[in-house]
């Protein structure tokens, strides 16, 4: 069985595409999934008036304003590979729900507006990247419009994000003059042509980048490719493996996702490049992909995919062994034992029932609320595994319901929409109004318009009084117990229960945190938290 394991570990890719909102994260997730024989036919994020979307886009709210605010979740088959896709949302304002998703994966595909360069958000998700070393492949989209320069997009990536770029491919001419890409490893071009709905089978392909029909076809921008390929392979370093594993190296791509064009190559690429599932830390030790015993922890909390049955789906990333449908697991934080029978896999909100999985699968396990982010689940031995961040809000708003007879639905919505984690919930210990804490305001408007679609409650969201959160714990050795409830008793009219019942202290001003540090120098307080319980108590930072 353990070679068989192995061999199942070693055909998995498992990544996330990130980028900034409008680079083309969700039309390129969309044409890998085209181009790996996943659908048939693709829709558009900007067709939102027609009846197809994007099939990662599931959320009504995202097929209303044609942008990415749930991170999904795709596994296709290619090459005799397993592609687990993981699709972020591109918003700022969900950028926690993308760092838990990075947790996940053993590698990011980043998508750069060719016209816009290296943006934002990129930057913020580059960082999460390279704190982790994840390799990263770069696709430069958009090639059919008026865009940057090769050259200078290249510098401007390797300036803006501390990366060495290795180009391979290279784009001949933009906008109307887009001719198509050079392959530099295949030693071939990639002839354009737009407008393709479907892949097409075959695509024109001519041999030799030095090949003279090239330049009697291309002209001035087929010359001014291959000058600019000599000055790149005399400047560039050759690709280094272990430089591209550790995250300091980069390949590049180029092309036009909505033109279907470039995509062939970057699918390829993660196949050939992208590392399968690697070790994976917990607190009591290293966990290695092809142990025989299954492990995995949940980075992500979905409700209502199927509104029709009120559903919950706990995302798992399976770091062990082999998952059986209707084996016995041990939830590790509660000791509660699960047999999952109706596992399943997903294309986006569609999803099939599952039997089996190995390192590096997602799978989805639909709980009434059983499961929580960041559970670890094992066969029986007592596991956590790390990294699972929450952050402490920096907007927050309280809620209330317009009809008082539907206060219990707006308790029940929130009660789910803050388990997922893209919203956090806050109950004060004086008072009944709810508060909400959120990283920005379009988390607000989406839980809004959740609260009503799914859970047929109006709610009247209002600007709150507070701008800090600290959780508070206080270390056991100290006699932790005690003063944290002295603490909390002579501060109850500004503390608040979290969504796993930590002791939150909400502030209005960043100067009462400081008096109350100096007050209170034996309690801890922390601007994250990694999980309920144990990993809370032992391993948070301030």
């Not at 090239?214 to 272990?242: H, S």
């Not at 004086?430 to 318009?449: D, I, N, P, R, T």
Request: charged share 25%; with cysteine; aromatic share 8%.
């Amino acid at each position: 069985m353990s070679a068989e394991l192995a061999e199942q570990v070693r055909q998995r890719r498992t990544f996330a595409i990130i980028s900034h909102p409008d680079a083309g994260k969700t039309t390129l997730t969309e044409k890998l999934l085209l181009f790996s024989g996943a659908i048939q036919i693709a829709g558009s994020v900007k067709a939102r008036k027609a009846t197809r979307h994007a099939t990662s886009d599931w959320m009504e709210i995202e097929k209303q304003r044609g942008i990415s605010v749930a991170s999904s979740v795709m596994q296709m088959e290619y090459r005799g590979c397993t592609i687990n896709l993981l699709d972020t949302p591109g918003h700022q304002d969900f950028s926690e729900d993308t760092y838990r998703v990075l947790t996940a994966v053993d590698a990011a595909l980043m998508v750069i507006d060719a016209a816009n360069g290296v943006e934002p958000q990129t930057r913020r998700l580059l960082q999460v990247c390279r704190a982790r070393n994840t390799p990263i492949l770069t696709f430069v989209n958009k090639m059919d419009r008026e865009v940057q320069e090769p050259l200078a997009l290249m510098d401007e990536i390797e300036r803006e994000l501390g990366m060495t770029v290795v180009p391979f491919t290279w784009p001949v001419g933009m906008a109307k003059f887009f001719g198509g890409v050079l392959d530099l490893r295949k030693d071939q071009m990639r002839v354009f042509s737009p407008g393709e709905d479907r892949v097409a089978g075959t695509e024109e392909i001519v041999d030799g980048i030095a090949n003279p029909l090239l330049n009697e076809r291309f002209g001035d921008v087929y010359q001014q490719a291959a000058g600019e390929i000599e000055l790149v392979r005399e400047a560039a370093p050759a690709f280094d493996e272990a430089e591209f594993l550790a995250g300091r190296q980069t390949p590049m791509f180029f092309g036009s996702a909505v033109n279907n064009f470039g995509v062939q190559e970057v699918l390829d690429a993660l196949v050939d490049l992208a590392p399968p599932p690697g070790p994976r830390p917990a607190i009591q030790r290293t966990v290695a992909p092809d142990e025989p015993k299954f492990t995995g922890v949940v980075f992500k909390i979905q409700a209502n995919m199927d509104p029709a049955h009120r559903d919950r789906i706990a995302f798992l990333r399976v770091a062990s062994g082999q998952f059986s449908r209707g084996m016995n697991l041990k939830v590790v934080r509660s000791g509660k034992t699960l047999r999952p029978n109706t596992v399943v896999t997903f294309m986006s909100q569609k999803r099939e029932l599952l039997d089996e999985a190995f390192a590096g699968d997602i799978i989805g396990i639909p709980n009434h609320g059983v499961l929580q982010l960041g559970d670890t689940l094992t066969e029986g031995e007592a596991l956590q595994f790390t990294g699972l961040p929450f952050f402490a809000p920096e907007l927050f708003r309280s809620v209330e319901v317009a009809d008082p007879l539907k206060t219990k639905q707006l308790r029940a919505g929130l009660t789910q929409l803050g388990e997922e984690g893209a919203i956090q919930v806050f109950r004060p210990m004086a008072g009944s109004v709810l508060l909400l804490g959120a990283v920005g305001q379009l988390q607000f408007e989406v839980v809004a318009h959740r609260l009503e679609h799914e859970y047929g409650v109006k709610a009247r969201i209002m600007p709150a009084r507070y701008n800090v959160a600290r959780w508070v714990t206080c270390e056991e050795a100290d006699g932790g117990e005690k003063e944290l409830k002295r603490f909390i008793d002579a501060n109850s009219h500004r503390l608040a229960l979290d969504a796993v019942d930590a002791p939150t202290l909400l502030l209005e001003y960043a100067g009462e945190l400081r008096a109350i540090q100096e007050n209170w120098p034996k309690i801890r307080f922390h601007a994250l938290r990694e999980h309920a319980g144990l990993v809370f108590q032992q391993r948070m930072g301030d």
